[in-house]
Structures are given as C-alpha cells and as structure tokens.
C-alpha cells in the first residue's frame, strides 16, 4: 500500500555518478547538463549521430559515450553507477524499431547496469486513455491516446516498456521507479516552445472538440527538482508515480502566450489532437515534493528567453 506520510527535504542531487540515456533528447539534454553542473559524474550516453551534439554536451562538462537501446549497444557504459536514468524514447512509427528501443533495449539495460542503486524509467502520460477533464491517476485505465495524432506506436510500446521494467526489476531485484511525465518544458524547449512559435507564425494550434485540454506541464527546473524524491521512492517491485506539475488547459497557456507576445493565437478544432490527460499528482507530493515553478511563471520566462520579436 501506499504510504501516506510526507518525506523531509531532499537536497539536490551532487556527487553521483548517472548515466542518463537519451541525452540528445528534447528533455535528456537539457537534464544531462543541469545534472553536471550540479556537481555530478554524468556520463551523456546516446547514438550521436550528430556531432555538433556531442560537442555541446562535452563543453557542459558531461562523459559522453555511445548507448544505443535499439541494438543494445552498452559497450561503453562505466561500472559503478549510482543511477541509470533512461529518457531514450523512439517514435518512429516503426513498430520492430520502436518496440526495440522502447522495450526490449530497456530490459537489456536494466540487466546490464544491474549494480546500479536504482533505475529510472522516464515513461509518459500518453499512456493513459484519456478520462476527459478527468485527473488520472496511477490506476487509471491505459490506452492508445496518441494514435490519432499520428504517434501510431507511442503508447502502446511505452506502455509495453512499462511492464517489461516491472517484470525486470523484481527479476533482478533493482530497485525501480517509472514515472509518467506529463508536457516537459522549459525556457527554450518543450510544447509550449513550439506554440509559441506558431503563435508568433499565425499557425494553427489543434485543439482538441472535448474542450478545455488539459494537462500538467513540468519546468524543466522542476524535473530536476523532483528526481531526488522520485528516485527515493525506487523499489522492488517497481513503483510508478505521475509527473507532472498542475493541470492547465493547452488553450489556456497559448492564450498567455498570445498575451506576452501581443499576438492572439488561432484554435482549430480537430477529433485527432491529443485529449486531456489531466494527472492526479497527490503521489507525488506525498513524497515531499511540490514543483516551484507555476505554469504561468514558467510560460513567461519562455517568452522572455525565446520570443523573436517582429
């Protein structure tokens, strides 16, 4: 059962020695460097296909190595980890590729890095089947939310990703925690970036007809925040918690968008946008964690940091 009492304080992760995979990623590189500046051995694994990439990577003061999850590619992958946060995800509606990375390449990981303290499954809200404005939470029933908007393997492989990490944490007995991030987002990155620029562009944004759409963006210096409390609460079996930070309407933030920048933005309403998926946080902040930057606060630095003005 889960527990009820608050957790004390935890201080920032310092001193570690984490591998975060995927750290080319829309929300891995920005984590992998905010974790070396913080004072950590962060070793930055990822194809690296694009060298400019790894270069900036490096100049943050992060080990950058080859991990490929689709081939099982660990050979450069240090012993004596602390952590192992995995944010590798594929999306390329290829079903063989997408199930290799998502899934049986996560299995292959988690056995090789099987000395590790814990291991981090960054899993997604897409998950769920949509309740309307509804807050879902950890028990909600799952669904292919995403196949409409195009993302044809998303949910199901990340859900299949889940079970596969639940199954292998209590098979090698390494404490484990997966949590279903929400919309990640930052000062110059994440959803809401792209918004703004379509907002700046007279683009459409798709809205989906069973209005308002909800759902619970996390500033980046949130995601950063909470990864102590997550990783405290990494068992055997596997724990999954939500993450995310409060609920607000995608229509509601563009509105604040158009607001900053003095240009309305322009709805267009579409059955095949991504439905609410409101997130019940209530395990979260049992844990002791509560985010401290507010969507609106969040969406203005992004505009003050990313808006080109005309």
């Not at 590189?29 to 070793?43: C, Q």
């Not at 669904?143 to 199954?167: N, P």
């Not at 158009?258 to 902040?285: C, W, Y």
């Amino acid at each position: 059962m889960w527990s009820t009492t608050p957790m004390p304080e935890l201080a920032p992760l310092t001193g570690q020695r984490i591998l975060v995979t995927g750290a080319t990623g829309m929300v891995g590189g920005p984590l992998t460097k905010r974790l070396a500046a913080d004072g950590n051995t962060v070793f930055g694994g990822a194809r690296f296909t694009n060298a400019a990439a790894r270069d900036e990577l490096a100049g943050a003061g992060v080990n950058t190595i080859r991990v490929d999850l689709g081939t099982a590619d660990f050979a450069e992958i240090p012993d004596d980890l602390d952590y192992v946060l995995n944010f590798t995800v594929s999306r390329t509606n290829d079903w063989d590729a997408d199930f290799a990375a998502n899934v049986e390449g996560v299995a292959q990981l988690m056995e090789h890095c099987v000395g590790a303290t814990a291991f981090f499954q960054c899993s997604t809200a897409g998950v769920y089947e949509s309740q309307g404005q509804t807050p879902l939470t950890e028990e909600s029933p799952l669904g292919d939310s995403h196949r409409a908007a195009g993302f044809q393997t998303y949910s199901i492989s990340k859900i299949a990703g889940e079970a596969l990490v639940r199954h292998m944490a209590t098979t090698l007995g390494l404490p484990t925690v997966i949590a279903r991030l929400s919309v990640p987002y930052g000062d110059t990155f994440g959803w809401p970036f792209f918004q703004l620029m379509m907002i700046e562009r007279d683009i459409p944004i798709a809205v989906h007809p069973d209005a308002p759409s909800l759902y619970a963006p996390l500033h980046l210096d949130d995601i950063v925040g909470s990864l102590p409390y997550l990783l405290s609460a990494a068992s055997v079996p596997a724990t999954t918690i939500n993450w995310g930070g409060d609920n607000v309407a995608v229509e509601q933030w563009c509105e604040r968008i158009g607001e900053l920048v003095d240009k309305k933005p322009v709805f267009q309403t579409d059955a095949n946008a991504i439905p609410s998926l409101p997130l019940d946080m209530t395990r979260l902040h049992e844990l002791g964690f509560d985010p401290t930057v507010s969507w609106d606060d969040g969406i203005r630095r992004l505009v003050e940091t990313s808006h080109a003005p005309a």
